[in-house]
């Protein structure tokens, strides 16, 4: 680690910290040359390896642009994708690898979009499993009543307008 006011490279590590959410480590260093302090922060790197094989670093607001198309026209608001997201990469990174496949994280997004809202998770599911079929979609229709599970929130009810 190179000091960021002499370019010295030795520091010694003062302090750490891990961050809230335990996704990096602050640490505030002392430069061994001209014994001024700085802050550095570590993160482990997560990659996300698509089907044609190249590797990119994992971006949330991939995972929340993804999910957003599935959740148009729902009571789904941006906190909610956020929440969504974090979820998404902390079970992403809960399984210790550096590299996953993009199969991976759509399979992650699945769980909690289906409690988050139930036809957004319809709508994902639908492309992401490739549905070619009403039985494709009459099974997943089958397995949210099996499962019992209902959205967190209600939907919106709809507003009969009257003159």
């Known amino acids: 680690m190179h000091c960021p006011y002499c370019r010295h490279e030795d520091s010694r590590v003062v302090d750490s910290r891990s961050l809230e959410d335990g996704s990096a480590i602050r640490r505030r260093r002392q430069c061994q040359s001209c ?5 550095t922060m570590e993160t482990t790197a997560l990659t996300v390896v698509k089907r044609s094989g190249v590797a990119e670093p994992f971006d949330r607001s991939k ?22 997201a974090q ?30 809202d139930q036809v957004a998770y319809l709508r994902f599911a639908s492309v992401y499993r490739g549905f ?5 979609f009459q099974a997943a229709l089958d397995d949210l009543r099996e499962t019992g599970e209902t959205p967190r929130r209600p939907a ?7 003159r």
């Open 132 to 136: 070619e079929s009403l039985q494709d």
């Open 35 to 39: 014994h001024k302090r700085f802050t």
């Open 156 to 162: 919106l009810q709809p507003r009969l307008f009257t």
């Open 87 to 116: 979820e998404v990469e902390e079970a992403i990174r809960a399984t210790g690898h550096a590299e996953v496949d993009a199969h991976d994280v759509g399979l992650a997004i699945l769980e909690p979009l289906r409690r988050l």
């Open 63 to 84: 995972v929340i642009n993804g999910v957003r198309k599935a959740c148009q026209g729902r009571p789904v608001t941006s906190d909610d994708l956020a929440m969504l």
